[in-house]
């Protein structure tokens, strides 16, 4: 049995395929990853304190990678060179994140409710720079 074919309105397909709208999707999938780079590197004291509230030791080393990471991931997605590299970089600090900061197993009630929540939208986030990386290299 053939594959059903979707069919988007003209008007959306005019939108997909208009080329601002793969850039804007890059900016917005690396923008809170840049704007916490750019955070951390310009209070690099509280970057450390950070690393260091999750168990992260060496705090200064852990929040030097989270920065090279953030920027150099954000920086290298927007641009769309090494699309994979930086969605996996990228994939790989929010997945440490998610399990580090967000120990939704030792909580209970409303705290962890809102732990899972942030764990789930973190996957979501992870699924989405994995098909960033899909669609960069389909689109070359």
């Known amino acids: ?11 959306i397909n005019a939108i997909l395929d208009w080329q601002p709208t793969w850039v804007l999707a890059r900016v917005a999938i690396a923008s809170a990853y840049l704007l916490g780079g750019i955070e951390k590197l310009s209070d690099f004291p509280s970057a450390m304190a950070e690393q260091a509230h999750f168990g992260l030791q060496p705090a200064g080393a852990w929040a030097a990678a989270a920065i090279v990471v953030e920027l150099g991931g954000s920086l290298l997605l927007i641009a769309g ?6 969605a ?5 600090l929010t997945a440490i994140a998610a399990f ?6 030792t909580m209970q009630g409303h705290e962890r409710f809102m732990a899972m929540n942030t764990l789930f939208e973190r996957f979501g986030l992870i699924a ?13």
């Open 128 to 140: 989405g720079l994995a098909m960033a990386a899909m669609l960069a290299r389909h689109r070359r």
């Open 1 to 11: 049995m053939a594959a059903a074919t979707e069919h988007a309105p003209r008007w």
């Open 88 to 92: 996996g970089g990228l994939a790989v």
């Open 81 to 86: 060179r090494l699309v994979w590299l930086a």
């Open 100 to 105: 580090v900061a967000g120990d939704f197993w």
